[in-house]
């Protein structure tokens, strides 16, 4: 695949770039092993000055970078400048929490005088070199939701972005360049998908985080295994939105709808799936629908455009097959489920409402990455939790309902890494994210994702 910004408005390939030569990689992998062993040297207080300084510079930065990350990927404006926004708040927040969150434990069951030792603890050491395997759906995001822990823990980074947004990825190396960190500290590999097995085998390399396809996670997965090397992955989504009888429907069908087309629907957690319980399913099955008719889609560039185009032709092919799929083994069209041809050559696709999915269509089992939402009607809570629990993915999920038993009866039972309950699924610096079953594994986020990349050292002294 071309290393290029395409814009996906019009089609239009704006910039190509080459990728790295194996000298070019070599010489960052060097660098970054150079930087390590001093880096991690450093304490708390000189990294967070840093960080700091990186989120001031995007904060200046926000409306170029903006800019840049919609038409290399076609979010809406607005979404671009929040995500930006969101990347220094994390920024901050782990250049403040980093110190407490890495602090030395003292585990109160350890018996010293049992275990012989005059004192005994956990220390969290950073484990050098990781790699990170980034999509282009948040093309900042994602990056900083690794990079800021990671950096705050005294590792080093290497980026493989995604090839489609380039100019995102090589900001970033100048971003944490121009805040004070050591060149080798964060940069980025201009390379193609098939150079990232040879830089994860690196023995220089310690661990790698991938956020992407299912297909390229096991990729990353079997090589990292093969080298016996740390791994958090954070693959796909079809998250289930439960309404039960006792939610608000009016406040669950607005939300249903940014739930759904946030990113343009590209977003592993959104939600896709929409179980709703049948004494509310004609009710929110009414105003979901009308409110997704009324989106506004267009030029991402324009300030009231509320879904923009699917980043790549490929996507906006994959997604219009899985629709195709289903319509043709009977299920019904509420709104959209065409492609639209009034908007050029860009690769637009209308919010789309499904009802009647049945199993033996694709996009029961499969993810759907775009404005595009299945409908189904439940009659029971243990109809819903089944229809919920019947994907190979395992992301996050949202429930809708104010009664407190069934609220403890999804946290027991929903299979996902999340239940968000009468709200969106969001991440936020200071609770895990990540997922199970066909979702991944590890997570980022808070104290449990800066800990991912650690050496959690047991530390014994003895007591003569």
Not at 72 to 95: D, H, I, N, S, V
Not at 376 to 395: I, K, W
Request: hydrophobic share 45%; aromatic share 8%; with cysteine.
């Amino acid at each position: 695949m071309a290393i290029a910004t395409v814009n996906p408005a019009t089609g239009h390939t704006l910039r190509t770039f080459e990728p790295y030569s194996p000298a070019a990689v070599e010489e960052r992998l060097a660098r970054a092993t150079e930087t390590f062993a001093q880096y991690r040297l450093t304490d708390f207080g000189r990294r967070a000055q840093l960080l700091n300084r990186a989120a001031e510079l995007l904060d200046a930065d926000r409306e170029t970078i903006a800019r840049v990350m919609t038409t290399e990927m076609g979010k809406p404006l607005t979404a671009a400048r929040t995500e930006a926004a969101k990347c220094a708040k994390a920024m901050r927040w782990y250049a403040e929490h980093a110190p407490a969150l890495l602090a030395d434990e003292h585990p109160a069951a350890v018996d010293v005088e049992d275990s012989g030792a005059a004192r005994a603890w956990v220390r969290y050491r950073p484990l050098g070199v990781v790699l990170a395997v980034m999509p282009w759906n948040f093309p900042l995001w994602q990056v900083v939701r690794f990079a800021a822990p990671a950096l705050m823990a005294g590792n080093v980074g290497l980026l493989k972005h995604a090839s489609n947004v380039p100019q995102t990825a090589l900001y970033l190396e100048d971003l944490f360049r121009g805040a004070g960190f050591p060149l080798g500290c964060f940069q980025t590999l201009l390379i193609e998908s098939a150079a990232v097995e040879a830089v994860l085998r690196d023995p220089r390399v310690a661990a790698a985080t991938l956020t992407g396809s299912e297909g390229a996670g096991r990729a990353v997965a079997a090589t990292a295994g093969d080298e016996v090397k740390k791994t958090v992955l954070e693959l796909g989504g079809s998250d289930p939105f439960v309404v039960m009888p006792s939610a608000d429907v009016a406040a669950a069908a607005r939300t249903a709808v940014t739930a759904r087309v946030q990113n343009n629907g590209q977003s592993c957690i959104a939600a896709k799936r929409f179980i709703v319980h049948g004494d509310v399913y004609e009710e929110f099955t009414a105003a979901f629908t009308a409110r997704m008719a009324a989106l506004r889609i267009g030029d991402p560039l324009e300030e009231a455009t509320e879904v923009g185009p699917i980043a790549t032709r490929q996507g906006l092919d994959e997604l219009a097959e899985l629709v195709d799929d289903a319509v043709a083994k009977g299920a019904r069209i509420e709104h959209g489920g065409h492609r639209s041809e009034e908007l050029g050559a860009g690769w637009f696709y209308p919010p789309t409402v499904l009802t009647g999915i049945t199993p033996e269509m694709r996009i029961h089992h499969e993810e759907a990455f775009g404005p595009v939402a299945t409908l189904y009607r439940a009659e029971s809570l243990d109809e819903a939790l089944a229809l919920a629990n019947d994907t190979p993915f395992g992301l996050s999920s949202n429930v809708w309902t104010r009664d407190e038993e069934e609220q403890e009866r999804f946290v027991r039972d929903i299979q996902a890494g999340g239940v968000f309950f009468n709200g969106m699924t969001a991440s936020h610096p200071a609770l895990p994210f990540g997922g199970v079953k066909r979702s991944g594994y590890g997570r980022e986020l808070s104290g449990h994702g800066i800990r991912e990349f650690c050496n959690a050292t047991t530390v014994w002294i003895g007591a003569s």
